[in-house]
């Protein structure tokens, strides 16, 4: 079975462009979760979805970001504008339902740079 | 505030060595410690996971050692080979109304393995 699928892997922008960022989960997963990873703050949860419906979005950083879970095999998250501290790599991560605590997958990330 | 803290922020073993990393939580409401690998280029993946109510589990080469009182749980690495070489990081979760499967990250350790 395909593992989480990100895209695009790479992505080079000027500030004040409109980035969006791609993931497509493992089938049958119900959970979702947008993470970003830098050298400064490590790894951060952004926000996490459960059946296509946002349960968390504390960690979004204000109001330029935002993500959406259209249906249950795709998910975006956006940043508009960006701006050169946006610069990060973003993981999606999903895991399925399941009795206890069920390990997330990840897929590869989506290296963003703002110049 | 930084609920998981971890440590060494990199380690250097030499092949056949053991390898400890450690980490230190603050939430007593914490009920799940995974650790997970990440190769550069790569998302996390999960390495091995303890709950609170053992002290100890094995798998392989690896093995997490938990101490609830002091709130401190180790990864140690036995018979450490260079493909080990890697970014570890430590993590914790609870089960809730709000915070299923929300996982708070270390901020991770760089592990190199000498031939």
């Known amino acids: 079975d395909a593992g989480v699928i990100q895209s695009p892997r790479h992505e080079v922008t000027e500030m004040g462009q409109e980035v969006t960022l791609r993931c497509k989960p493992i089938s049958g997963h119900d959970y979702l979760f947008w993470y970003r990873q830098t050298m400064m703050r490590g790894l951060e949860l952004l926000i996490y979805?459960?059946?296509?419906?946002?349960?968390?979005d504390s960690g979004m950083p204000e109001d330029r970001f935002s993500a959406k879970m259209p249906n249950a095999s795709f998910s975006t998250l956006k940043i508009q504008p960006s701006e050169p501290r946006d610069s990060a790599v973003y993981f999606c991560?999903?895991?399925?339902?399941?009795?206890?605590?069920?390990?997330?997958?990840f897929g590869d990330g989506t290296r963003l740079s703002i110049l | 505030q930084q609920q998981v803290k971890q440590s060494p922020q990199s380690l250097i073993v030499q092949k056949g060595g053991i390898s400890i990393i450690n980490c230190a939580y603050e939430n007593t409401a914490f009920d799940y410690f995974p650790w997970y690998q990440q190769f550069p280029g790569k998302g996390p993946a999960l390495l091995i996971a303890?709950?609170?109510?053992?002290s100890e589990k094995k798998e392989g080469r690896f093995t997490i050692s938990f101490n609830k009182s002091a709130k401190q749980f180790s990864l140690h690495i036995m018979d450490s080979q260079p493909g080990d070489s890697a970014t570890y990081f430590c993590a914790a979760s609870m089960e809730g109304r709000g915070s299923n499967y929300k996982l708070t990250f270390g901020k991770g350790t760089l592990l190199t393995v000498n031939p």
């Open positions: 979805f459960n059946n296509n419906v946002p349960i968390d």
């Open positions: 303890i709950r609170p109510d053992v």
């Open positions: 991560a999903s895991s399925p339902q399941g009795i206890g605590h069920q390990p997330q997958h």
